[in-house]
């Protein structure tokens, strides 16, 4: 897996599907938001669709 350089989502695919930006494979942690309207882990990271997301990527 890879993970978004912008948004943190996490993807099998060089672009973000999400954003477009680049991803990488050195990403730290898993963050699975199911409800991201009343997620309150999801308007931190700034999350605004359902999916995988790394909690920090490099």
């Known amino acids: 897996m ?5 948004c943190k989502y996490l993807t ?3 672009k973000c599907p999400l ?3 680049e991803t990488s494979e050195n990403y730290r ?5 199911l409800d991201p309207i009343n997620s309150e ?3 931190k990271i700034k999350a605004d669709c359902r999916g995988k997301y790394a ?3 490099k």
Do not use: F, P
Not at 2 to 6: D, G, W
Not at 29 to 33: A, K, R, T, V
């Open 2 to 6: 890879n993970a978004c350089l912008r």
């Open 12 to 14: 099998n695919e060089d």
């Open 19 to 21: 954003c477009g930006s």
């Open 29 to 33: 942690g898993l963050l699975i938001i």
């Open 41 to 43: 882990i999801a308007k």
């Open 55 to 57: 909690l920090s990527v």
